[in-house]
């Protein structure tokens, strides 16, 4: 007999399968040398993949288990660069805050937060701006305004210190930068009260600065000024350039 399975029920299997693989390599790794950092790194990778699918329980035991193994790696006295000990710290502290923040524990999820190493390493600092992005990207979906304004602002200063470190490529970080400021500006449009930060017109002047030429960057400034009292003169140069933009992509769709 055939048995049809809807597509969630197969990534929640797919997820199991992984998490049972991961725990076999879990048991027979090495708590020292790169065996260790392997195990910590697949920890890590196959704990986002649960989240990102839904299994937030499954996730929930395997970060577990990389905290014994992280805590092993800080008390030990093996061999490990201080910058790699500090990417792993901030990776697992960032998987437990969007962990905690998806369960609905926003007081742990900002606790966590609090405990992040300062980093300076490109890896770090990316998984920071990666995870307080998903989060302000998911409150904003949610219509939690000030959350995602909050969250997104952690990713754009991430995304800032990054800049300034040249230890990833230009153009990953710049179509990075580009949907951060994006979402920030759709935040900072819904926003109830008023802006103390100026956190909308930093984020629009980032977007118009580095961004400007492109479609999705024109059709948020349309959207703008239909906020404001309309210049008519304005609105059409805005409405021309919006039509006449070369920088199409599919990817703009999902802005």
């Known amino acids: 007999m055939t048995v049809y399975r809807d597509s969630k029920e197969e990534v929640v299997l ?3 399968v992984k998490a049972f693989a991961y725990a076999m ?3 027979a790794a090495p708590y020292r040398d790169t065996g260790s ?9 196959m704990a986002s993949t649960c989240i990102d699918n839904g299994c937030l329980d499954l996730s929930q035991r395997i970060i577990e288990t990389a905290a014994v193994r992280l805590d092993k790696l800080e008390k030990s006295e093996c061999d490990i660069e201080c ?7 901030t990776e697992y502290y960032m998987i437990r805050v969007y962990l905690a923040w998806l369960q609905g524990r ?6 966590l937060f609090s405990q992040i190493p300062v980093s300076d390493d490109g890896r770090g600092q990316g998984r920071v701006m ?6 302000g990207n998911c409150a904003l979906s949610r219509k939690q305004y000030d959350v995602s304004v909050k969250w997104l602002g952690r990713a754009l200063r991430a995304c800032e210190l990054i800049g300034h470190m040249d230890q990833l490529p230009v153009l990953s970080i710049k179509d990075k930068e580009l949907r951060i400021l994006h979402t920030s500006v759709r935040a900072g449009l819904r926003l109830d009260t008023k802006d103390p930060n100026g956190f909308l017109a930093k984020a629009l002047d980032g977007l118009k600065i580095h961004y400007g030429g492109m479609f999705p960057v024109q059709v948020i400034q349309l959207e703008l000024l ?3 009292e309309l210049d008519e003169s304005i609105f059409s140069q805005v409405l021309q350039s919006t039509i006449a933009s070369p920088e199409f992509k599919d990817s703009h769709l999902t802005m």
């Open 14 to 16: 797919v997820c199991k």
């Open 25 to 27: 390599l879990e048991y």
């Open 37 to 45: 950092n392997r195990a910590l790194e697949t920890a890590f990778s």
């Open 83 to 89: 910058s790699k000990l500090q990417q792993y710290t």
């Open 106 to 111: 926003l007081d742990i999820a900002e606790h």
């Open 130 to 135: 990666d995870i307080c992005y998903k989060i």
């Open 226 to 228: 239909g906020k404001e």
